[in-house]
Nanobody, 117 residues
Framework: QVQLVESGGGLVQAGGSLRLSCAAS????????MGWHRRPPGKQRELVAA???????NYADSVKGRFTISRDAGKNTVYLQMNGLKPEDTAVYYC???????????WGQGTQVTVAS
């Protein structure tokens, strides 16, 4: 059974940095893409960043130039380096892996990121 385990969230002052990690346990094949989403308080979940198996990346406009997504394919792990954090980045962050020809999504349990002003 595949599980995604996130780590690295916490409380940080505005302008600070955090690095989120998400590692998959269990057998997982044909990863098509890995991504990070977030759900700010009282809002809908939104895509933050994604990276394909070919290494192409995509970012939400609100985080471009501040956040960097990367992966270690050999470890089935995806990272999100977050610099220049702002209070509006406060949210629960979720990782997901999209796998297989039917593009099934696995999700992590979420990690809280709180940015104090």
């Amino acid at each position: 059974q595949v599980q995604l385990v996130e780590s690295g969230g916490g409380l940080v002052q505005a302008g600070g940095s955090l690095r989120l990690s998400c590692a998959a346990s269990g057998s997982i094949f044909r990863i098509r893409a890995m991504g990070w989403h977030r759900r700010p308080p009282g809002k809908q979940r939104e895509l933050v960043a994604a990276i394909t198996s070919a290494g192409s990346t995509n970012y939400a406009d609100s985080v471009k130039g501040r956040f960097t997504i990367s992966r270690d394919a050999g470890k089935n792990t995806v990272y999100l380096q977050m610099n220049g954090l702002k209070p509006e980045d406060t949210a629960v962050y979720y990782c997901n892996f999209r796998v297989g020809f039917n593009e099934y999504d696995y999700w992590g349990q979420g990690t809280q990121v709180t940015v104090a002003s």
